[in-house]
Structures are given as C-alpha cells and as structure tokens.
C-alpha cells in the first residue's frame, strides 16, 4: 500500500494552504472608505445581483439575546458572518451587538480571511443606506435630520455627507451628552450642526433613524411629500422606528421584500395596521437599475434590516485592498 505522504510525493509536492488574513477595526476602516463600500454595494446590485437570492439569516435564542448566522455568496466568493445581540451588554460594558466575519474562496471554500464583524457592520450598513438614499433623497438636499448617538448615526452621517452637500445636521436623541458628542462628529466633517428634537423632520430633506426605540420616533405627518426617509435601527418583526402613517403614505423601498416582510417591524405592522400593503413594496435593485422610478409626490422611505450579501461585498472589497476609490 502506497501511503497517502508517498503519493504526494510521487506526484508532486501539494502546495501549502494559504493562511488566513486578520484584519482589525482599523484595517478594515483604513482600507475601505464609507464612499467606496456604497460604490462596492451599487455595483453588486447594478451588475444584476438580485438580493432575494441571499439565504435568509438564521436568529438562534441565546442566552437573553440571540445568535445571527449570515451566509452569502458572490462569484468566487463566500462568507459567513457570526453576530449576537445581547440587549443588557451595554449595562456591563460591553457592545450590544459584537461579530466575526468569515471570508472563504467559493471553489475550496477554504478561509482566506477573519474580520473583525463590528466595523464591517458599521461600514456596510451606512453604506447600502447611502445607495438608497444617492437614488432616493432630493438631488437639492440640504438638512439631514439624525435620530440616534451611536455607532451607526454617526457612521450614517459620514456616509451622508458624502452623496450629499448637507448645509445642516439635526441631531436628535435622549442623552444630551451624547447628542453633543454626535454633533461635534458633525462638526468634525466639516457640517454645521446642533441638537434638535421630532419636530425637525418638518424641515428635513433627509431623516436617519438610526437607533434602538421599538415605537416611533415621530408624527410621520410632519415629514414633507418630498423627502427621504431611512430607517435601520430595527431587525426584529414586533419594533419600528416609523409610523404606519408614513409607511402608507411613502413610496416603500426594501432591500428584499421576503426579507423586509420577516424582519422588518416598520414594514410588518404597517400592513397589520392596514396602510400598507405587501405588494407595493418595492426592491431596491429595481431602483439602482431604472426599472423602477422614485416617486416624487410623496416621501421616500427606505427600510432596511442588514443582508449577508453586504457584508460580503464590502469583506472582498477589504480583502482585495484596491488603492483606487472608484469602482
């Protein structure tokens, strides 16, 4: 019997498997920019990719929170990302939501790479919000209207600035001193802002719903006909951030409509509440293609909840390290 180390020998020497890359929060921050990760997720959708073929992300009970399981591929390339929500880590010190990315080539479906989950997340979320938004929000568009401190309303407002010359930034929240750290980030873009409260969506072009509330965060008659609204706080069926006014009302934009209608409170209650119904929801593939217009007589929302796709995009575009900020 020939043993399996004098075959390879007999044969030639097997090559030795490639070790998989670390990339930190810093790496991932430094390699690609929130204008690049938006043209990474616009080109995946403009190339014909149809998000309804992503695998649905898979919610396990743990411990007082949950396990999300996020498997997508593209191409030549597959990926996994690993995520928990632990609503009381905040309390301890901790992040609410902490992940690691898995990033495999699809033809061995060997790892080629481990990402720190947190920052993609930050990253890539902001970033399919900026893709709606560059379609959706009024070419003319001058104050934006921020509801959240966190991680996420700030990343939004970086990833805002850049598809849009705001001349305003309205940051609304419930901790003062967090509000003002928010409006010192803006300010640090180079942005006008200051502190407001849910009587601003009247004046908004742009409104960012970007935090944890399970009700809404405002009276959605306020917001006018020709505004965008985008609302990502929430991926849980029985929360939402916007009114079933509003969501009767807007023109409804999801990532994918099976998606929106499994986690997507905002989307979910608003046809339990019967203003909106399931089939006037529509993908925002169709947008970035043209094969749907935006409407211009009524408000724009754009829900989203987060897709494994996203992350995968933006993984790729981290591991294969372009210099050049075009897609």
């Given amino acids: 019997m020939v043993s399996t180390n004098d075959r390879r020998t007999a044969e030639g020497t097997e090559p030795e498997p490639q070790q998989p890359r670390h990339y930190s929060e810093e790496q991932i921050l430094e390699s690609v920019s929130p204008r690049r990760a938006r043209k990474l997720l616009e080109a995946t959708l403009a190339g014909g990719f149809r998000p309804e073929e992503d695998p649905a992300r898979d919610n396990v009970a743990a411990g007082e929170g ?25 309390q301890r010190g901790l992040p609410r939501i902490q992940a690691t990315y898995l990033l495999m080539d699809t033809a061995t479906l060997s790892v080629r790479a481990f990402l720190e989950g947190n920052s993609l997340t930050t990253l890539r979320t902001p970033a399919i919000s900026a893709v709606a938004a560059d379609h959706l929000a009024p070419r003319d568009a001058r104050t934006l209207v921020v509801f959240g401190t966190g ?9 805002f600035a850049v598809v849009r010359d705001f001349t305003e930034v309205v940051v609304c929240g419930r901790s003062p001193e967090k509000v003002e750290v928010a409006v010192e980030h803006a300010r640090g873009l180079g942005l006008a802002a200051r502190a407001g409260d849910a009587q601003d969506v009247r004046s908004a072009d742009v409104v960012v719903c970007a935090t944890s509330a399970s009700e809404p965060l405002f009276d959605g008659a306020l917001v ?63 947008i970035v293609t043209g094969a749907v217009a935006p409407a211009t007589d009524r ?23 372009s210099e050049n900020d075009d897609v």
Avoid at 70 to 82: D, Q, Y
């Fill in 66 to 90: 949950h396990m999300l399981l996020m498997p997508s591929v593209l191409g030549e390339w597959s990926g996994i990302k690993v995520a928990t929500v632990s609503p009381g880590n905040p």
């Fill in 151 to 159: 991680p996420q309303a700030l990343a939004h407002i970086e990833a």
């Fill in 224 to 286: 006018p006909d020709s505004a965008c609204v985008v609302a990502m706080g929430s991926h849980e069926p029985g929360a939402r951030e916007l009114d079933a006014a509003l969501m009767g009302r807007a023109q409804v934009v999801v990532e994918d409509a099976a998606t929106a209608l499994r986690e997507a409170g905002d989307v979910v209650l608003a046809i339990e509440d019967g203003t909106l119904c399931e089939e006037s929801l529509v993908p925002l593939a169709d």
């Fill in 299 to 321: 408000p724009r929302v754009f829900k989203c909840v987060g897709m494994s796709w996203e992350d995968l995009a933006v993984a790729v575009g981290i591991v294969e390290g």
